[in-house]
């Protein structure tokens, strides 16, 4: 079965950072671009950043560029989303996934395998 777990949430007052995790099981993701997303209340789901399977390419959203800083351990099976400088609108649930196909990097629809997120909470 194959299970994509976020961790690494919480709450963070503004200029903080966060580092998240995604650990894929069930399943070697290694050949896969990844992909963050993040979705929050009422909103829909939004891009945030993407690594191409070797890390040799990323890609991100512009109002994250330069805050975030997206890796991967594919030894380990593993994303990372290192988030500096939060701010109060970055407040969402965040959620990786690998990507199955599709051109675009920053279509959700390109991706499957979600996990169930993990929530992020920036304090003003």
């Known amino acids: 079965q194959v299970q994509l777990v976020e961790s690494g949430g919480g709450l963070v007052q503004a200029g903080g950072s966060l580092r998240l995790s995604c650990a894929a099981s069930?399943?070697?993701?290694?050949?896969?671009?990844m992909g963050w997303f993040r979705q929050a209340p009422g909103k829909e789901r939004e891009f945030v950043t993407a690594?191409?399977?070797?890390?040799?390419?990323?890609y991100y959203a512009d109002s994250v560029k330069g805050r975030f800083t997206i890796s991967r351990d594919n030894a380990k099976n593993t994303v990372y989303l290192q988030m500096n400088s939060l701010k109060p609108e970055d407040t969402a649930v965040y959620y990786c996934a690998p990507k199955a196909g599709g051109s675009y990097y920053n279509n959700a629809n390109n991706y499957d395998y979600w996990g169930q997120g993990t929530q992020v909470t920036v304090s003003s």
């Open positions: 069930g399943r070697t993701f290694s050949s896969h671009t």
């Open positions: 690594i191409s399977w070797d890390g040799s390419n990323t």
